[in-house]
């Protein structure tokens, strides 16, 4: 066996995989005695078909299939005593390089890329880091959104100041002269929600508004959404889309939600019992609850963004774009996905991206010796998304491990970075996804 390497630039070769018969005939005769054993031929037991029969059968095959995986195997040790890392290799006869049962000689043909050498040194960089502000209006929302979890349903005489209680009535369609249509679109015991009424105009005509009361108004221009109108009356959506008459509506219920007492019930049923014993302490708690999801959720996605900005800009190494290209070429016609030019550019450019952030994420995790093998951490990671996380569920697990290894990554990153603290108010973190964009 012989194999030549051919450079066509910094980054890519061509490797040339040369057999004869003494390199694969071995491998041959061990793979066609194992495949004759499954096959039957009338005038032989089975098993017992002889060697030269089967070369004619399925020798072909056979050959093709054992010199395409020595040669791959002789391709990967090679790289591997050169110590070259490759990132992609192209097997340029794949198809149709066996062209007789009595071809001898075999050259196997890779068009191969090398991953470039690079250095990153941690100590260039110093990356933003935000500590957001927990205000106590953000506080008051949390304790309001906490406070609409223990609400307890009540039905009441009269709509209320803000408008949003939920009624329950009957619907009628009326005419031109607001009677009653005959033969007309009626739903009995139809439930409105006041909040989700479009027309402040409309909504209006519900202040203060009580049982029994009669209220005509526009159905459509209450819900423009044909949707919800569908939902309300329980007619079809065909029929929603051209209806623009008015409907008398009969309030039979009006309900509204109570409000639970900001007490030691309220702290209890929030945090657990006793764990906080004050209106002074639940605030407290509440803040450091928001902290923590400010930090993991948005501190931390926001230093994700600006590390890779960072990393990327400044380790501008070259890439083997040609390569590339022809694999994701070869890639996109095995998906039958046909791209015009400018889409394949764009194509190329995402998948370019992609691959160097990969492989700046690997070569620091190797020199680091960042662990993401420890089995106890990585089990302990999975229970944690599956317990946490709704989108975890289908997750495989490469796809387990790959986020796992982000973490860590990240986690590493926090910690043997410089950091450029910033504490910012919530609305000003906003401003910088903005500032983004500009």
Not at 165 to 189: C, T, W
Not at 293 to 298: A, G, I, P, T, Y
């Amino acid at each position: 066996m012989k194999i030549k390497e051919q450079s066509i630039d910094s980054l890519s070769l061509l490797l040339s995989v040369e057999l004869e018969p003494k390199d694969y005939e071995n491998q041959v005769n061990k793979t066609l005695k194992k495949e004759g054993r499954k096959i039957e031929i009338k005038g032989f037991r089975k098993g017992k078909v002889p060697l030269g029969i089967l070369k004619k059968l399925i020798g072909g095959k056979i050959i093709a299939e054992e010199v395409q995986t020595l040669a791959l195997d002789a391709s990967k040790k090679y790289f591997e005593e050169k110590n070259l890392e490759v990132l992609g290799q192209i097997n340029e006869q794949e198809e149709n390089f066996f062209t007789s049962i009595d071809q001898k000689n075999f050259n196997v043909k890779y068009s191969v890329a090398i991953a470039p050498n690079f250095e990153v040194n941690l100590s260039d960089y110093k990356i933003p880091f935000y500590d957001i502000t927990v205000s106590e209006e953000m506080i008051d929302d949390s304790i309001k959104s906490v406070g609409d979890n223990f609400k307890k349903e009540i039905e009441v005489e009269c709509v209320n100041d803000k408008l949003n209680n939920i009624l329950i009535g009957d619907f009628s369609e009326l005419d031109e002269n607001n009677n009653i249509l005959e033969n007309g679109i009626s739903k009995k015991d139809a439930m409105i929600s006041l909040e989700f009424v479009k027309d402040d105009e409309i909504k209006n005509l519900f202040k203060n508004a009580f049982i029994n009361q009669v209220i005509n108004f526009n159905l459509k221009k209450a819900f423009p959404n044909d949707t919800e109108v569908v939902h309300l009356l329980g007619i079809k959506k065909e029929d929603a889309k051209d209806l623009n008459s008015d409907f008398q509506f009969i309030i039979n219920k009006i309900k509204d939600f109570e409000e639970k007492e900001i007490n030691q019930e309220f702290f209890d049923l929030t945090f657990g019992k006793d764990i906080v014993k004050s209106e002074e302490e639940f605030r407290a708690k509440i803040k450091e609850k928001i902290g923590k999801n400010l930090k993991s959720r948005d501190t931390i996605a926001r230093f994700t963004l600006d590390l890779k900005e960072a990393l990327m800009t400044k380790l501008n190494f070259p890439f083997p774009d040609a390569f590339f290209k022809k694999y994701l070429k070869y890639e996109l016609i095995k998906q039958k996905q046909n791209l015009n030019d400018e889409k394949f550019q764009e194509e190329f450019s995402n998948f370019k991206e992609s691959f160097k952030w990969d492989l700046i994420v690997k070569k620091i995790i190797k020199e680091n010796k960042i662990s993401i093998d420890n089995e106890k951490e990585f089990l302990a990671f999975v229970k944690y998304e599956i317990a946490t996380q709704i989108q975890s569920q289908g997750m495989g697990s490469s796809e387990f491990r790959q986020k796992f290894a982000s973490v860590k990554f990240f986690d590493f990153m926090q910690k043997n970075i410089t950091l450029d603290k910033k504490v910012v108010s919530v609305e000003d973190f906003r401003k910088l996804y903005q500032d983004d964009k500009k």
